[in-house]
């Protein structure tokens, strides 16, 4: 597509917002719309068009992409959006949701005349403001090719995994793995440290040992060895643990759906959700900090 496309963007928040932005700065026509008044100003500083409804957005669009928390609220706007937008119109959902609810957007975009995709993203806060996301991307070929120059603009990868759902079947399995093994990695740094372990010494034997991961060597949970991390900067998110918790519960639903024995990614899943009682708004590294307190160790 080129740059005389016109795109609606509904969902400004701290990953749809720069997303939107770098749209803007590539050229992209974007009319964008967020309920948030602040999420509104921001667009606005970010030259795109702010408009009054999320139909309006999407009726003078060629593209619609959506960024939302969830899957629900996904199916409640498309139903209200959908009879708003001209024939033919191609929908990108970004939003992290479960493999059905995508499934489910995709028969109705299709039954009102209109193509979608999933596309899923990786890559936080700082991905989306760097324009480096990861996006994995279900649904038809042909649809991949138009959204491709776009997904291109907001994202250093672009993978197209499969049919409708695909995408998100992709980001429900990333995620899980990596919570899976934050909680591993947490648990050997606490055991290092009631060995005696510091953690730089932790961190040289590991990090180039056959425990090393990203999680320890991109994003390691305690101070010090990885000076990017959110651990250096009390947790702040970051992939925030209230995210986490969601998609990891996305993905034990899924195993539960598909009759997959998995028993860690279920464990890691009622892990997070009982952390995130207590901490919905730290990153979701934090998760040391709870198993160094379950341990009856103080505080690193």
């Not at 979608?116 to 649809?143: E, H, K, Q, R």
């Not at 899980?176 to 040289?204: C, N, P, Q, R």
């Not at 992939?239 to 998609?247: E, N, W």
């Not at 519960?249 to 279920?266: K, M, S």
Request: glycine letters at 12%; charged letters at 15%.
């Amino acid at each position: 597509m080129s740059t005389n496309t016109k795109v609606g963007f509904l969902g400004l928040g701290h990953m749809g917002g720069p997303m939107a932005a770098n749209l803007v700065e590539a050229g992209y026509d974007v009319l964008a719309f967020d309920p948030v008044p602040a999420a509104q100003d921001q667009a606005r500083q970010d030259r795109a068009t702010v408009v009054a409804t999320a139909a309006e957005a999407v009726s003078a669009s060629d593209i619609v992409i959506t960024m939302l928390p969830n899957g629900r609220i996904v199916l409640d706007l498309y139903g209200e959006i959908l009879p708003a937008a001209k024939p033919g119109t191609l929908f990108v959902d970004c939003s992290t949701i479960d493999v059905a609810d995508a499934k489910q957007a995709a028969e109705l975009a299709a039954a009102a005349g209109h193509r979608a995709l999933d596309a899923p993203v990786s890559g936080g806060v700082a991905g989306a403001a760097a324009g480096t996301l990861t996006f994995m991307v279900g649904g038809a070929d042909a649809d991949f090719a138009d959204a491709l120059p776009l997904l291109e603009v907001m994202g250093g990868k672009v993978v197209h995994c499969g049919g409708a759902g695909v995408g998100q079947a992709a980001k429900i399995c990333n995620n899980m793995l990596l919570g899976i093994s934050m909680i591993g990695l947490s648990e050997a740094i606490v055991l290092g440290e009631k060995l005696g372990l510091t953690h730089d010494k932790f961190f040289d034997v590991v990090s180039t040992a056959s425990g090393q991961s990203w999680a320890l060597t991109s994003y390691c949970p305690v101070p010090g060895p990885v000076p990017a991390s959110p651990a250096n900067n009390d947790y702040q998110p970051g992939f925030a643990t209230a995210l986490m918790s969601k998609d990891l519960g996305l993905a034990a639903n899924a195993l539960r759906a598909n009759g997959v024995d998995g028993q860690i990614g279920q464990l890691a899943a009622e892990i997070y959700s009982r952390f995130n009682q207590e901490e919905a708004g730290k990153d979701f590294s934090a998760i040391v900090t709870d198993i160094r307190k379950r341990s009856g160790e103080e505080p690193a």
